[in-house]
């Protein structure tokens, strides 16, 4: 049997003047970009999260707009020796402006950097698909707060 883990994050879509706010990741196969957010800590209000984890992450303080939508990965990793791990990750995004602030990078968490990147820069970036998924979103604006085809 497979070792079961939900995460549950919140992430923030902060888009200005042809710029994206986006954090590096310090994954467990190098450094890649994603939007700044994170997991819920137990009883946290997600839009809460977005407001703690931009904080962390960016030093910005930002004003949650609207929900974009929910997006949910599954990902089923084999381990040698031991169980399976099958995560389930449900992703929430919200359109959000930055309201105060200064960027600034975080140090001991789980990103080492924090940037406004050009919208036509971001497809070159090493990044995570989440990246893509909340830029549809944030594009699309889909009523029911999902892509049709994911960008995945």
């Known amino acids: 049997m497979a070792n079961r883990h939900l995460r549950v994050a919140a992430y923030a879509v902060c888009v200005d003047d ?23 800590h137990h009883g946290e209000d997600p839009c809460d999260a977005v407001h703690r984890e931009v904080g962390e992450e960016t030093g910005h303080t930002v004003e949650v707009e609207r ?10 990793t084999p381990r040698r ?18 309201t105060g602030g200064e960027l600034r990078h975080e140090t001991g968490g789980s990103t080492d950097r924090a940037a406004w990147i050009p919208l036509d820069e971001v497809p070159g970036l090493d990044r995570v698909p989440l ?4 830029l549809a979103l944030y594009a699309e604006r889909p009523p029911h707060g999902r892509l049709i085809a994911p960008a995945r």
């Open 81 to 98: 020796l031991r169980r399976d791990r099958h995560f389930h990750g449900v992703r929430i995004l919200y359109a959000a402006r930055v």
């Open 67 to 76: 929900l974009l939508g929910i997006d949910t990965v599954h990902e089923r």
């Open 18 to 40: 042809g710029k994206v706010l986006l954090a590096r990741w310090l994954g467990p196969d190098g450094k890649r970009w994603t939007m700044p957010g994170g997991g819920l």
């Open 131 to 134: 990246v893509d998924i909340a």
